[in-house]
């Protein structure tokens, strides 16, 4: 997928003006804020749990080497075959030559956002391979050539009637509005697919180290389909999702679909272990298993590691103020909201997302409902401070941070301006008791304004009340 989000400023203008998609927003808001909050009180001390998590994911990340070599051996040791890349390219030159040992004609795909993230459909289109997505959200998409716009709910930001007017069109049926009924028309345009793919391709929610199992978590039983029907399975996922133990993963499941969808469990949960054996029912003949890198290592020990905890629940965008206002599309590439505004600067490039450190208020919110403890919004402020000393901003931006860090730096001077502007401001306001204009801030008071200072400062007015000059 292609990275367009140095847009973001553009896009979410866009993004504000489209009604559809703020009512679509609001919706998601509505059911997956109180859907966590739900599901979270069903956990006895859900903080211990988000304790334990954290927990969790730093030991395996503080020796993430060990922990992949030994989930590598295990997997082997049932019959899967495991694969190292460094980046995208290598992603997909891996995949293709699997795809050209096996003689692939097909490949039926269950969500993975790695995939997204190194363009994968392209890649083994070029080399003959026909993709279909399965996931209901991600066939949607397939067939509306569009990107997806949130990591859980991929197409959120479409009506039932886009969806229906597309399956019209491209199933040649009558066109039918109900949920069921359309979801039915797809399971029927999909089933053909999985009977006759001759790979199946999935993500991987976590890697267990102890027994070199692929973790997946569905709602549809298509996961299953796409890993157990075809001859050939590849599941393709980041270094970073390893977890030693059985009991671990089942830690991080107590977490993962109460943040994410606000339910105690999935519908489907599938522990995919090495190859069929005899005398098993279903299960692929080969096995492969492609480990990713793409920048992730580069995290380990860094101020941003933190960002490699992430179990992709989608609860940091749920509760952004941002994500809420604009959607997934405006920031322009697999990963949006909070977790995104970092992990895309840091895996694309910070010269290729510098907008996304800034669309965040700083509230907090994410930070507060992320189930494994990302201090979202410090690791955001550290990549603006990355950028300050980057060059990456702009100079006026630059300019004005030096000459407010001059001002900090000297409290006597600092009092004396601050005197100044508490009174000028409290002036311009006027009887109104309201700022709703001031030269050089157009944009920012084009939304909102600004209730007047008291007159003087926080600090002037201490040392009045006590007496001081
Ligand atoms: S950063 Fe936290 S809240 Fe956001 S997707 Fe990752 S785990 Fe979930």
Known sequence: M????????????????????????????????????????????????????????????????????????????????????????????????????????????????????????????????????????????????????????????????????????????????DTAALTREAREFLRPHFLSADMGISGANFLVAETGSVLIVTNEGNGRLATTLPRVHVAITGIEKVVPTLEDAATLLRLLPRSATGQDITNYVSLLTGTKQAGDADGPEHFHIILLDNGRSRLLGSELEPILRCIRCGACMNHCPVYQSVGGHAYGWVYPGPMGSILTPLLAGLERATPLPNASTLCGRCAEVCPVNIPLADLLRELRHVQQVRGLRPRLETLSLRLWRALVLRPRLYHAVMGMAAWLLTRLAGARGRLCRLPGAAGWFAHRDLPAPAGETFLAAWARRRGKP
């Open 2 to 177: 292609e990275v367009k989000a140095v847009e973001f400023v553009r896009k979410a203008h866009e993004a504000l003006h489209n009604p559809r998609l703020q009512e679509a927003l609001r919706r998601t808001e509505a059911k997956f804020v109180q859907g966590r909050r739900e599901a979270l009180r069903h956990l006895e001390d859900p903080d211990a749990v988000r304790r334990h998590a954290t927990a969790i994911r730093d030991t395996v990340l503080r020796q993430l080497d060990a922990w992949l070599i030994h989930f590598e051996r295990q997997a082997q040791a049932r019959g899967a075959t495991v694969h190292w890349a460094e980046d995208g390219r290598e992603v997909a030159r891996i995949l293709t030559d699997i795809a050209r040992r096996h003689g692939v004609r097909k490949a039926v795909k269950s969500k993975s956002m790695v995939s997204e993230e190194v363009g994968l459909n392209a890649a083994l289109e070029a080399a003959g391979v026909q993709v279909v997505e399965t996931d209901l959200g991600e066939y949607i998409l397939q067939l509306a050539e569009e990107p997806p716009s949130h990591i859980v709910a991929p197409v959120l930001h479409k009506t039932r009637d886009e969806i229906a007017d597309l399956f019209a069109r491209h199933h040649g049926r009558p066109r039918k509005t």
